[in-house]
């Protein structure tokens, strides 16, 4: 229905446009040029459906370099990794904050933050990132571990009740990522209170975010359904007054909360909207990669076995123990100890992640990619990096659909050598963007997906059930982060509480 209303949408504006505008033709210098038949929509719906063999493709017939029209924008592809760095380097005429600022203003309904009416705000937003890194990871990793244990305790020990002890129960593994990953990101970032219909958020976001990818193509709301309705809901639930009462937020979020308030020019609902936006960039693709992160840890019993003796290993059979009686902490130190556990993430992240980095070029100019290459662009263009060609290459990564546990260690210690063309790749893996526009919440969201797994290792067994179908990716959201699953996953689980007392028992 949506792709329905998508379809008819840019159908429209394309005749709109084809009558305005004639069509741009390839000068000397430029990248091939690929414009398909259809006049402004060129080859949106093809790439829509499937964006990697679409672009690999096209590699092969005109190069690793070339230029499509996309839904009215003119995109360059950048399909070789060894030439990312020119892009990643030239950030003044490649700039990247127009895009994203624009693309989330529409899409969560606040002004955009440099159209200047806020000025300033801006570089305080970057700067507020700061307190979610290096010494502020301190605190929040440890907020973090209590949030995580009492969602866990509270899950594991209350489904035990409803049947016999120790018996195996299924649960379905995407639901109950959402569940443990949204509660303990919400309770981390942005605090408790005991009238907080959390269940409710998550309903109303998840609808949402069902549409996220549409308003990200640019259609308008209006023609969404209720997207409106559910988003100014959503909004509703961060007005200023009503978080005021809520107890303990992290220092990010108060240090936005402060920010806002310093400008007269922001509304109450425009304040929101901004926490609202926040919300979504910090469980929007962490609960994804949550999913994919355990999936392949119980599909793979050897990656398993490891990853849990170096997790017992690292916190130590006390602690271990103690799970369900009290908390116990796990230090940042601790998670970078954890080399297989790391590498079984990033690996997750390799095989799941499909977010498009993009650049606004700013002025005409020709931007030199290595010795041989140079091309010439035009204001307004757009430049993209695709990564998950890169994270998909059979030169770079063997077997490269291969869930791979120990793919990023090497004599017990990270591995970051991997080779295209005899060369030496640098931008081997980038789930979460590059340059310096790199995600913010990077070394947050890596600590909470291991701390993630390390709680959930903990207390409980878990294994797929026998005839299980694999999970498969849901493409529809190329290009925008971490694909969640397309089919549902049951696995069965048991906690290590009644086996550990039985054992004590024995003793
Ligand atoms: C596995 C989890 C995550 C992934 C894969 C991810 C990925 C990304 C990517 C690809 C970008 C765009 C960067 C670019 O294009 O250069 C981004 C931006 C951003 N992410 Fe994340 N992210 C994750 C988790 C988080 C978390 C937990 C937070 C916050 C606590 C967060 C906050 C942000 C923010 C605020 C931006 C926008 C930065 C800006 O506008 O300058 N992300 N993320
Ligand atoms: C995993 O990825 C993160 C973020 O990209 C990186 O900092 C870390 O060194 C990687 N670790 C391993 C073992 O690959």
Same mark, same amino acid.
């Given at each position: 229905?949506?792709?329905?209303?998508?379809?008819?949408?840019?159908?429209?504006?394309?005749?709109?446009?084809?009558?305005?505008?004639?069509?741009?033709?390839?000068?000397?210098?430029?990248?091939?040029?690929?414009?398909?038949?259809?006049?402004?929509?060129?080859?949106?719906?093809?790439?829509?459906?499937?964006?990697?063999?679409?672009?690999?493709?096209?590699?092969?017939?005109?190069?690793?370099?070339?230029?499509?029209?996309?839904?009215?924008?003119?995109?360059?592809?950048?399909?070789?990794?060894? /030439?990312?760095? $020119? @892009?990643?380097?030239?950030?003044? +005429?490649?700039?990247? #904050?127009? !895009?994203?600022? =624009?693309?989330? *203003?529409?899409?969560?309904?606040?002004?955009?933050?440099?159209?200047?009416?806020?000025?300033?705000?801006?570089?305080?937003?970057?700067?507020?990132?700061?307190?979610?890194?290096?010494?502020?990871?301190?605190? /929040?990793?440890? $907020? @973090?571990?209590?949030?995580?244990? +009492?969602?866990?305790? #509270?899950? !594991?020990?209350? =489904?035990?009740? *409803?049947?016999?002890?120790?018996?195996?129960?299924?649960?379905?593994?995407?639901?109950?990522?959402?569940?443990?990953?949204?509660?303990?990101?919400?309770?981390?970032?942005?605090?408790?209170?005991?009238?907080?219909?959390?269940?409710?958020?998550?309903?109303?976001?998840?609808?949402?975010?069902?549409?996220?990818?549409?308003?990200?193509?640019?259609?308008?709301?209006?023609?969404?359904?209720?997207?409106?309705?559910?988003?100014?809901?959503?909004?509703?639930?961060?007005?200023?007054?009503?978080?005021?009462?809520?107890?303990?937020?992290?220092?990010?979020?108060?240090?936005?909360?402060?920010?806002?308030?310093?400008?007269?020019?922001?509304?109450?609902?425009?304040?929101?909207?901004?926490?609202?936006?926040?919300?979504?960039?910090?469980?929007?693709?962490?609960?994804?990669?949550?999913?994919?992160?355990?999936?392949?840890?119980?599909?793979?019993?050897?990656?398993?076995?490891?990853?849990?003796?170096?997790?017992?290993?690292?916190?130590?059979?006390?602690?271990?123990?103690?799970?369900?009686?009290?908390?116990?902490?796990?230090?940042?130190?601790?998670?970078?100890?954890?080399?297989?556990?790391?590498?079984?993430?990033?690996?997750?992240?390799?095989?799941?992640?499909?977010?498009?980095?993009?650049?606004?070029?700013?002025?005409?100019?020709?931007?030199?990619?290595?010795?041989?290459?140079?091309?010439?662009?035009?204001?307004?263009?757009?430049?993209?990096?695709?990564?998950?060609?890169?994270?998909?290459?059979?030169?770079?990564?063997?077997?490269?659909?291969?869930?791979?546990?120990?793919?990023?260690?090497?004599?017990?210690?990270?591995?970051?050598?991997?080779?295209?063309?005899?060369?030496?790749?640098?931008?081997?893996?980038?789930?979460?963007?590059?340059?310096?526009?790199?995600?913010?919440?990077?070394?947050?969201?890596?600590?909470?997906?291991?701390?993630?797994?390390?709680?959930?290792?903990?207390?409980?067994?878990?294994?797929?059930?026998?005839?299980?179908?694999?999970?498969?990716?849901?493409?529809?959201?190329?290009?925008?982060?971490?694909?969640?699953?397309?089919?549902?996953?049951?696995?069965?689980?048991?906690?290590?509480?009644?086996?550990?007392?039985?054992?004590?028992?024995?003793?």
């Amino acid at each position: 229905m949506l792709e329905y209303l998508l379809t008819i949408f840019l159908g429209f504006i394309s005749v709109l446009l084809f009558c305005v505008f004639c069509r741009r033709r390839r000068k000397d210098g430029e990248p091939p040029l690929i414009k398909g038949w259809i006049p402004f929509l060129g080859k949106a719906l093809e790439f829509r459906k499937n964006s990697l063999q679409f672009l690999t493709q096209l590699q092969q017939e005109h190069g690793d370099i070339f230029t499509v029209l996309i839904a009215g924008r003119y995109i360059t592809f950048i399909m070789n990794p060894l /030439l990312y760095s $020119s @892009v990643i380097k030239h950030g003044k +005429q490649l700039d990247f #904050h127009t !895009f994203s600022d =624009s693309a989330a *203003s529409r899409t969560f309904g606040f002004p955009a933050v440099r159209s200047g009416h806020f000025p300033g705000m801006s570089d305080s937003l970057q700067r507020s990132y700061t307190l979610l890194q290096g010494p502020a990871l301190d605190p /929040l990793a440890f $907020s @973090v571990m209590g949030n995580l244990q +009492q969602v866990l305790r #509270h899950r !594991f020990l209350s =489904s035990e009740e *409803s049947g016999p002890d120790g018996d195996w129960k299924e649960v379905e593994l995407y639901e109950f990522c959402k569940c443990v990953m949204f509660q303990t990101t919400f309770n981390t970032l942005y605090g408790h209170s005991s009238h907080l219909r959390l269940d409710q958020l998550r309903e109303d976001f998840e609808k949402f975010d069902a549409i996220f990818p549409l308003l990200m193509a640019r259609v308008p709301i209006g023609l969404l359904g209720k997207t409106k309705e559910i988003r100014e809901k959503l909004t509703r639930f961060f007005y200023p007054h009503k978080m005021a009462e809520w107890i303990a937020p992290c220092e990010f979020i108060q240090n936005r909360m402060a920010l806002f308030q310093q400008y007269d020019t922001l509304q109450d609902k425009d304040k929101a909207a901004h926490h609202f936006a926040m919300l979504w960039a910090s469980v929007g693709n962490t609960i994804p990669a949550a999913f994919w992160c355990l999936y392949h840890l119980i599909t793979c019993p050897e990656a398993l076995a490891a990853v849990r003796a170096e997790i017992v290993n690292v916190v130590g059979e006390k602690s271990v123990q103690l799970i369900f009686k009290e908390d116990i902490t796990i230090t940042r130190q601790q998670l970078e100890q954890m080399v297989y556990l790391e590498s079984s993430v990033n690996e997750s992240l390799r095989l799941s992640s499909v977010s498009m980095n993009i650049r606004v070029v700013q002025e005409d100019f020709c931007l030199r990619l290595d010795a041989q290459n140079s091309i010439s662009l035009r204001k307004d263009d757009i430049i993209a990096l695709y990564p998950q060609s890169t994270h998909l290459d059979p030169e770079i990564y063997e077997q490269p659909q291969r869930f791979q546990f120990d793919r990023f260690v090497e004599d017990g210690k990270e591995k970051t050598d991997f080779y295209k063309c005899g060369q030496k790749v640098r931008y081997y893996r980038m789930p979460f963007g590059s340059g310096a526009t790199q995600c913010p919440g990077r070394f947050f969201a890596m600590n909470e997906l291991k701390q993630f797994v390390c709680v959930t290792l903990l207390m409980c067994e878990m294994q797929l059930l026998d005839n299980e179908q694999e999970a498969m990716l849901d493409n529809s959201r190329a290009g925008l982060g971490i694909m969640p699953p397309a089919n549902q996953i049951t696995f069965g689980f048991r906690t290590r509480k009644l086996q550990d007392s039985t054992a004590e028992r024995e003793e």
